[in-house]
């Protein structure tokens, strides 16, 4: 599970790179016609670049849902559960000694 976690993770940082290069590439060929300045393409990547992060927040969020799902699925323990069952041993063994 970790690997495909891992895969998955690579692959969104790779089409994020790819995504990057590719609205570069395509600023620069409108200035070059003449058609952007330059101004109007900074503007235009941080649009672009905007846009880019709220796909990858959304992406994000879509993943760690299914992580989830598919921890709950598979009934996966998690830190959090192991932390609240060892606070209620302590609580316990207090009680015993008293």
Do not use: C, P
């Not at 992060?53 to 598919?70: G, H, L, V, W």
């Amino acid at each position: 599970m970790r690997d495909t976690f891992r895969k998955g993770v690579s692959l969104g940082l790779g089409l994020a790179a790819v995504g990057k290069e590719q609205a570069e590439k395509m600023i620069d060929e409108l200035i070059k016609k003449g058609e952007l300045s330059k101004e109007d393409s900074d503007d235009l990547f941080n649009q672009i670049k905007q846009k880019g992060e709220e796909s990858q927040q959304k992406m994000d969020e879509k993943i760690n849902q299914k992580i989830e799902n598919m921890l709950d699925e598979y009934e996966v323990v998690r830190k959090e559960d192991l932390r609240a069952i060892e606070h209620r041993l302590i609580a316990l063994e207090q009680k015993l000694d008293q």
